[in-house]
């Protein structure tokens, strides 16, 4: 088997919490009325706070409408609401057939390890149960560049000690598909909707996660 390891993004391929990050920004544009979108909010999937409230600000003309120390106010609005919002999130909450994904990859020897530019990452992963099932878990305090920088990918895999080449990324977002190719890695997509390059493997939802077709 040529694969050694899984490397996971976390929102939207683990658990849904994509949907929690939207609805919180959403909020805070709505309190500005700014234009925020759904189709807007597919350019901060897995891209930082900061970053993200910048793209959200610049979508609106308003890149220079508040200071750094304002900007940083608003970064922990949002992600006060987010906390909040993922504050009743369960093992229940794990989108289907990532469970399965992961018990069948760990059967066969792959190491797992979590690809997430989220710093609620290991809280998130605390609340599904499954912080200890991963081989290695980035830390995103640690990562200077977010997606799709590929640094995030390539420090899971120099971790984990494992060749680049034989691991695979799983990925919801453009950014993040990107950074798995920049990374030298094989991309699986999740319903990912606009991408500048597709992805090695496309899937329409985690439901398609299939070890058999993955897998090389
Ligand atoms: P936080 P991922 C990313 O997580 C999200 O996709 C992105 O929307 C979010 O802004 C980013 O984490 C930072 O999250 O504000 O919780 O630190 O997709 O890399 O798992
Ligand atoms: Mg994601």
Not at 55 to 64: K, P, Q, R, T, V
Not at 175 to 203: C, F, Q, W, Y
């Amino acid at each position: 088997m040529k694969t050694k390891a899984i490397i996971f993004d976390l929102d939207g391929v683990i658990t849904d919490s994509a949907k929690y990050h939207f609805q919180a920004w959403k909020e805070l544009a709505d309190s500005f009325g700014y234009k925020f979108t759904e189709e807007d909010n597919e350019r901060l999937k897995g891209v930082s706070r900061l970053d993200s409230l910048n793209i959200i600000l610049e979508i609106n003309g308003a890149l220079d409408a508040f200071t750094e120390e304002e900007k940083e106010a608003l970064c922990t609005k949002k992600n006060d609401n987010y906390v909040h919002l993922i504050g009743s999130v369960t093992p229940e909450d794990m989108l289907p057939g990532v469970a399965k994904f992961m018990a069948d990859a760990k059967a066969v020897g792959l190491k797992l390890a979590v690809a997430s530019v989220s710093k609620n990452a290991p809280a998130l992963l605390t609340s599904l149960g499954i912080i200890d099932e991963f081989d290695y878990i980035a830390d995103a305090r640690k990562i200077t560049r977010s997606k799709p920088d590929p640094e995030i990918f390539a420090v899971c895999a120099k971790e984990l000690g494992i060749d680049p080449a034989l691991c695979v990324g799983v990925e919801d977002s453009q950014a993040g598909i990107e950074a798995i190719h920049a990374a030298g890695m094989k991309s699986v997509g999740i319903n990912v909707t606009v991408t500048s390059r597709e992805p090695d493997i496309h899937l329409r939802s985690t439901a398609e996660l299939d070890f058999s077709n993955i897998i090389e």
